[in-house]
Nanobody, 133 residues
Framework: QVQLAESGGDSVQVGGSLKLSCVVS????????LGWFRQFPGVERELGAI?????????SYADSVKGRFTISQDNADNMLYLQMNSLKPEDTATYYC?????????????????????????WGQGTQVNVSS
């Protein structure tokens, strides 16, 4: 059984930093795409990831976080991370990690909405990040 669990969410002030962690159990990272998503209060979760990383470490980012957030992974420990710097109030959201097995010629990219909608994807329960001014 594949399970994902996020941690690291907290309340911080504008300009602060946080590092989110996601432990993935039951699925090796080979031939998968991993990503971080966020859901703003009262709004459905966006279809595209804010950050994505392939099993070989190729990263991609949404424009809203590019240059401020860094996604990384530890294949040995099946851990996924999101380092968030220069946080803004508009980053306040619930953050989710996800892993999707790649099939055929699928390409791992944060904006690959079709990929993230895969019925074979797995999601965590989310961790809350609050940024106050």
């Amino acid at each position: 059984q594949v399970q994902l669990a996020e941690s690291g969410g907290d309340s911080v002030q504008v300009g602060g930093s946080l590092k989110l962690s996601c432990v993935v159990s039951g699925l090796p990272f080979g031939d998968t795409c991993l990503g971080w998503f966020r859901q703003f209060p009262g709004v459905e979760r966006e279809l595209g990831a804010i950050a994505g990383i392939s099993d070989i470490g190729t990263t991609s980012y949404a424009d809203s976080v590019k240059g401020r957030f860094t996604i990384s992974q530890d294949n040995a420990d099946n851990m996924l991370y999101l380092q968030m710097n220069s946080l803004k109030p508009e980053d306040t959201a619930t953050y989710y990690c996800a892993v999707v097995p790649l099939v055929g010629a699928e390409y791992c990219h944060a904006s690959s909405t079709t990929l993230w909608l895969s019925p074979y994807g797995h999601w965590g329960q989310g961790t809350q990040v609050n940024v106050s001014s």
